[in-house]
């Protein structure tokens, strides 16, 4: 079967860069994935990333090691808008699995 | 604009009554799905589609049906809804760049 692993609260300051870490088991494997869901919001997504390396959009990069099972979001230059859940999503042979959710508090 | 739309967005209701949560897609994806979101619990896949009369069930199917007689739309039925299935609801359509999923705005059901 396909499961996945990320931590379920980080904190972390306004300004700073925090990492979130996600590892994943799966039958097969096309990519791995990162929502962000703010509070009464809908999950959106924010980056993909299919092989091995750092994937950057604006404020937000996304490495994956194909051969250690394991991706992480990095989010630099934290901002208050940026308190939310963020979701790793590995497709593999089976629909996309979500991960349980990394609540992110940015404090000032 | 690219949209994911399910109505209702909130819905309370009764246990036994049944009840239907329509979704529809405008980017003509031949996946969709749907998930329950209970906290701590993360997106659980109800459902899926792969096409128009292909669906097969994810985690946590019990209780609920679907039907893809369309390919933009995809509704969700609780037969016989009962307290444990209040929960907060999303629909959802993935294309094929990226496997970007693009979700709806959620459906907040509370069963008494």
């Known amino acids: 079967g396909q499961s996945l692993e990320q931590p379920s609260e980080v904190t972390a300051v306004e300004g700073a860069i925090v990492q979130i870490n996600c590892t994943y088991q799966t039958s097969g494997f096309y990519g791995l994935s990162w929502y962000q869901q703010h509070d009464g919001g809908a999950p959106t997504f924010l980056s993909y990333?299919?092989?091995?390396g750092l994937e950057e959009t604006g404020r937000f990069s996304s490495f994956l090691s194909r051969s250690d099972s394991y991706g992480y979001l990095l989010l630099q230059e934290l901002q208050m808008k940026d308190s939310a859940s963020y979701f790793c999503?590995?497709?593999?042979?089976?629909?996309?699995?979500f991960g349980k959710g990394t609540r992110l508090s940015v404090i000032a | 604009e690219a949209q994911v739309t399910q109505n209702p967005r909130y819905l309370i209701t009764v246990t036994g009554k049944k009840l239907t949560v329509t979704c529809s897609q405008n980017m003509n994806h031949e996946y969709m799905s749907w998930y329950r979101q209970d906290p701590g619990l993360g997106l659980r896949q109800i459902y899926y589609s792969m096409n128009v009369e292909v669906t097969d069930k994810g985690d946590v199917p019990e209780g609920y049906k679907v039907s893809r007689k369309e390919k933009r739309n995809f509704p969700l039925i609780l037969e016989s809804p009962s307290p444990n299935q209040t929960s907060l609801y999303f629909c959802a359509s993935r294309g094929t760049v990226k496997n970007i999923q693009y979700f709806g705005a959620g459906t907040r059901l509370s069963v008494l």
């Open positions: 990333n299919a092989l091995d």
């Open positions: 999503a590995v497709k593999g042979n089976t629909p996309l699995v």
